[in-house]
């Protein structure tokens, strides 16, 4: 919150170059690189931090970042925004459970083939978690049939250990139903720990939604609320590597503030626009 007396986060001027060189500081000291995020966005990020440092310019904050490595981590972590929810956009998991679902199990079962799920910039986990629960509520006979995977990918390490920890505010559950939650989530202190069967069925790992290249076939790619934090040509490049992983008939989620950009386009018809589902052609 903003305190009377101390510069409002947005009143900080962070110019062009200073960025330029805290943008070097992450480079060099965590392999970072913020090249790909818009500059407004990183600008208003780093700014945020700047105050809670009590920082009034960008140079002192550059040699607090040469000094401090934890500085250094919590900016990584600010930059890299981790906001989620279970269930985000509840009727976007009503879409993937009346139609997705019931047509990538049915092309599996007629492609005698497993069906692979992956959650893009998965923050806590919320997002792949509310998938696998999702399908223990209404797919079990499926899931006897049909191998599952599920895997979660983010930038930031310490998200990844959160997620695979699975210990969540009870802010983050208000989309979760009273009975499922019962079922799946018991308390832990002031937190809610998501149950071992739920945890077991996703795999986390650190990596860059841009360098999708190892990556192999996926029927069901997520990526809510990641893209828009990206410049118009890294989300055309994020979009062709996810077009690459998936085959046609595939399935493409975005958030609902997020689009289809560029040539991709092309590969893509609209399952449901209103939740921004998309099928490969
Ligand atoms: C706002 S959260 C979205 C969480 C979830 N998908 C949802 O919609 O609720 C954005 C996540 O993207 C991750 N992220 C940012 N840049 C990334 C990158 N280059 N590669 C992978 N994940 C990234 C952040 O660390 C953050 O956890």
Redesign the pocket.
């Known amino acids: 919150m903003h305190t009377a007396g101390q510069p409002h986060p947005e009143a900080l001027e962070i110019s062009d170059e200073e960025l330029a060189e805290i943008a070097l500081i992450l480079e060099m000291s965590r392999s970072f690189s913020i090249s790909?995020?818009k500059d407004k966005c990183m600008k208003r990020r780093v700014a945020i931090r700047m105050r809670s440092c009590q920082c009034h310019d960008a140079a002192g904050y550059c040699s607090l970042l040469r000094q401090n490595g934890h500085e250094l981590d919590l900016l990584q972590?600010t930059?890299?925004?981790?906001?989620?929810?279970f269930f985000?956009?509840p009727a976007t998991f009503e879409k993937l459970r009346t139609e997705v679902f019931p047509y990538l199990f049915a092309n599996a079962a007629a492609d005698n083939t497993d069906l692979r799920i992956l959650?893009?910039?998965?923050?806590?986990g919320?997002?792949p978690y509310s998938l696998a629960i999702l399908l223990r509520e209404h797919f079990s006979p499926q899931l006897e049939q049909t191998r599952v995977t599920i895997c979660a990918?983010?930038?930031?390490q310490e998200?990844i250990l959160a997620a695979r920890k699975a210990e969540f505010n009870p802010e983050r559950l208000k989309e979760v139903p009273d009975d499922v939650r019962r079922r799946y989530f018991r308390p832990q202190g002031a937190r809610m720990q998501l149950s071992a069967a739920i945890r077991e069925m996703v795999t986390f790992n650190?990596?860059?939604?841009?360098?999708l290249g190892s990556f192999q076939r996926h029927d069901l790619v997520?990526?809510?609320?990641?893209l828009?934090?990206?410049n118009r040509p890294d989300q055309e490049r994020?979009l062709n590597g996810i077009t690459q992983i998936l085959p046609p008939g595939g399935i493409l989620v975005l958030?609902k503030s997020e689009t289809l950009v560029g040539d991709v386009r092309r590969s893509f018809s609209a399952l449901c626009p209103l939740e921004r589902i998309y099928r490969r052609i």
């Open positions: 790909a995020y972590k930059l890299t925004i981790h906001v989620s929810q985000r956009n959650s893009l910039g998965c923050a806590g919320e997002e990918l983010d930038i930031d998200t650190r990596g860059d939604v841009t360098a997520l990526c809510r609320n990641t828009i934090y990206f994020i958030g």
